[in-house]
């Protein structure tokens, strides 16, 4: 099983990006996914989380401006930056509960992906 975020990069202050997070290998379902995002000399934050069914929950900090979505069916999951501001500056990491084929759930992180929001 596998986790692999992608999509960061360098913006302009007001930009979007979005950035994506899949799984792959012999699963049997992916429960919950939580994007997460850690700064230099900052401890490592919660951004956005959603579960199987499409609940979520989001940081204060990027509420109204940040969407966290699904895709089941090719087990991905997408977060929508817009109004991107220098403070979201970070590395986004993605951590999923996944259900391997003929194993209990387990829990994978993703390699981190780079966002850069310039002033």
């Known amino acids: 099983v596998q986790l692999q975020a992608s999509g960061g990069g360098l913006v302009q202050t007001g930009g979007s990006l979005r950035l994506s997070c899949a799984a792959s290998?012999?699963?049997?379902?992916?429960?919950?996914i939580v994007w997460y995002r850690q700064a230099p000399g900052k401890q490592r934050e919660l951004v956005a989380a959603?579960?199987?069914?499409?609940?979520?929950n989001y940081a204060n900090s990027v509420k109204g401006r940040f969407t966290i979505s699904r895709d089941n069916a090719k087990n991905t999951v997408y977060l929508e930056m817009s109004s991107l501001k220098p403070e979201d500056t970070a590395v986004y990491s993605c951590?999923?509960?996944?259900?391997?084929?003929?194993?209990?759930?387990?829990?994978?992180w993703g390699q981190g992906t780079q966002v850069t929001v310039s002033s």
């Open positions: 951590y999923a509960r996944i259900v391997p084929n003929g194993r209990p759930e387990l829990g994978y």
């Open positions: 290998g012999s699963i049997l379902g992916v429960n919950d």
């Open positions: 959603i579960t199987r069914v499409g609940n979520t």
